[in-house]
């Protein structure tokens, strides 16, 4: 059974950082591309980043270019989030997601809150 | 970046009633569109993939059309556990980039 589990959510400061993981299993991981995805409180869904299998090909929103970093470990099945200089308006759940290629997002985790209020 | 405009942005409908939502792209993305649902307090489900492709599990009253810069998602006899907020994404390019949602209420 495919799965991916987020965690390292919680509440910082604004301009202060936080790191998320999301650890998969049921699949090969390092075989799929990934993605992080956030929803706002009572908000829609914005796309956030984006890594291919190898990490060779790595894409941000522009809303984050610039402060996050995305990356993985193969060997860990593992997906990371560096989100530093955070704002207000970061708060959301983070979700990351399998990409199946030609299809989208296949597969995604339960989310992880994150909260930036001083 | 391509910008996806979803249409309406709530919905009241009864049980068994035809429902369509519409998906606009700010230019063409082909067929590189996937419709998700998403209940409360739970992540987005994949419905259909590739703008008309059903995804395993999915039942068959949900399908979708379109290509270019504007997709439909129908639902042809809407049942209870589908009032839902769905979303339109875009995968022609890196962004991915999702509509604004359109809520699908109990009328």
């Known amino acids: 059974e495919v799965q991916l589990v987020e965690s390292g959510g919680g509440l910082v400061q604004p301009g202060g950082s936080l790191r998320l993981s999301c650890v998969a299993s049921g699949f090969t991981f390092s075989s799929y591309s990934l993605n992080w995805v956030r929803q706002a409180p009572g908000k829609g869904l914005e796309w956030v980043s984006y890594i291919s299998d190898s990490s060779s090909h790595i894409y941000y929103a522009d809303s984050v270019k610039g402060r996050f970093t995305i990356s993985r470990d193969n060997a860990e099945n593992s997906l990371f989030l560096q989100m530093n200089s955070l704002r207000d308006e970061d708060t959301a759940v983070y979700y990351c997601s399998r990409d199946y290629p030609f299809k989208g997002g296949d597969y995604w985790g339960r989310g992880t809150l994150v909260t930036v209020s001083s | 970046d391509i910008q996806m405009t979803q249409s309406p942005s709530t919905l009241s409908a009864s049980v068994g009633d035809r429902v369509t939502i519409t998906c606009r792209a700010s230019?063409?993305?082909?067929?590189?569109l996937a419709w998700y649902q998403q209940k409360p307090g739970k992540a987005p489900k994949l419905l259909i993939y590739r703008a008309s492709s059903l995804e395993s599990g999915v039942p068959s009253r949900f399908s979708g059309s379109g290509s270019g810069t504007e997709f439909t998602l129908t639902i042809s006899s809407l049942q209870p556990d589908d009032f839902a907020t769905y979303y339109c994404?875009?995968?022609?390019?890196?962004?991915?980039?999702f509509g604004q949602g359109t809520k699908v209420e109990i009328k």
């Open positions: 230019q063409s993305i082909g067929n590189w």
């Open positions: 994404q875009e995968y022609n390019d890196y962004a991915r980039t």
